[in-house]
């Protein structure tokens, strides 16, 4: 269960997403996470061209790409997965949403218990929340890969 | 009253035609009386953007399973659960879902725990439905509750525990329906799967790899009978696995979904009587102490520690 220590441990945007969430019954937030995989935007065009340089996420029940990157101190998060996986494409637009824009160590600071702060365990299962935590494992990784680069 | 069933000769080779369904017809169905289209996913929300005009939702991991045991509803609860689907005893049930029907075809095997007597499945699934261009829909219906009976749950005709699968080793076969580097135990999981914490790799020892992918065309229809019959049942010799009739027969993978596809195949297409699906699979397997594991593309043979247990029970 969250409690509000933990939230105020969050960024702003990301705590904002949360708040967002817990404000609803649970059916209500699988809706939100409807409405946040229509939002999911499309990746940059250099990634389009190449979308070997995304990363494939194996936690994940469907097949999906992401990547963090670290731009001037500063993240951004992208990912793409198939319309027919429209909660792996919530989940990826949650972290778009949620880390893009924040700095590298606000990104490496985001408690790994994320995903499990949304009240989604309920209504969505905490297996497929797996799949959320192993995207932002890996956005983590690649933030302090290009820190070390 | 059941719903018509599906004269599509391509059905009529199969042992028992009436448990499935082609899309043609069930467009030509969805508003028969006493006919409840059911679509069961893997992904919670597919069903949220887009479904078969009156499909009611039932989700594996929410619905079906319990929130704290590993097993599935008893037989208060899945009364509820169909009750207030609008699903009474005697409704005809079609399932389709994502994946291929791998849930769907998990949700029939539930089902049938609970002997509800006239369970489909849409030859194809979801993606079939969606390929052909038919029509989808957001409206959520919203069924009037119905009256089901609280029937108990049959953990015995159609289902395997691992108890039962030790005392099945030498008497039967098993079919693994992994892919095959989660059979030889060279990867822990399906490819491009959730981790789910296996400690061990490998199959049951004996045990034949058929992915489940190999009983189904490239639309993602069940193959034909004679088709079936040669993978399943053709002799070892001409690369069968040799099931007979009189066999009785187990059928597992990771957690029981993708098994549940060739436990409907086996058992209603080409109609081998004792087919059981083990639900606990590899990730009970996997993580079991003091259990049999032949690692590498052999079926293995049964340990002789395992036969003199058995054989001593």
Known sequence: ?149 | MPAPLDPNPRLAEYAHPERLVTTAWLAEHLDDPGLVVVESDEDVLLYETGHIPGAVKIDWHTDLLLPVERDYLDGPGFAELLGSKGIGRDTTIVLYGDKNNWWAAYTAWVFTLFGHEDVRLLDGGRNLWVAEGRELVTDVPTPTPVEYPAVDRDDTTFRAFKEDVLAHLGRGPLVDIRSPQEYTGERLHIPDYPEEGVLRGGHIPTARNVPWATAVSEDGTYKPRAELEAIYCSDPSAGGLGITADDSVITYCRIGERSSHTWFALRFLLGIPDVRNYDGSWTEWGNAVRVPIAAGDEPGEVPASVAARAAAA
């Open chain 1, 1 to 149: 269960m969250t409690d509000a220590a933990t939230t105020e441990r969050l960024p702003a945007q990301l705590a904002e997403i949360v708040d967002d969430f817990l404000a609803l019954s649970e059916p209500e937030r699988l809706q939100l996470l409807l409405e946040f995989s229509r939002e999911l935007p499309d990746l940059p065009a250099r990634y389009e061209a190449a979308p070997g340089l995304l990363e494939r996420v194996e936690e994940c029940q469907s097949p999906v790409r992401a990547f963090a990157e670290v731009d001037d101190g500063v993240v951004h998060f992208y990912a793409t997965a198939p319309q027919e996986a429209p909660t792996t494409r919530g989940f990826a637009s949650i972290l778009a949403q949620g880390l893009s824009g924040l700095t590298a160590q606000q990104v490496l600071d985001v408690p790994e218990e994320f995903p499990l702060m949304l009240g989604l365990t309920r209504a969505v299962s905490a297996l497929r929340l797996n799949g959320m935590a192993g995207m932002l494992t890996r956005a983590k990784r690649q933030v302090r890969e290009q820190l070390a680069a």
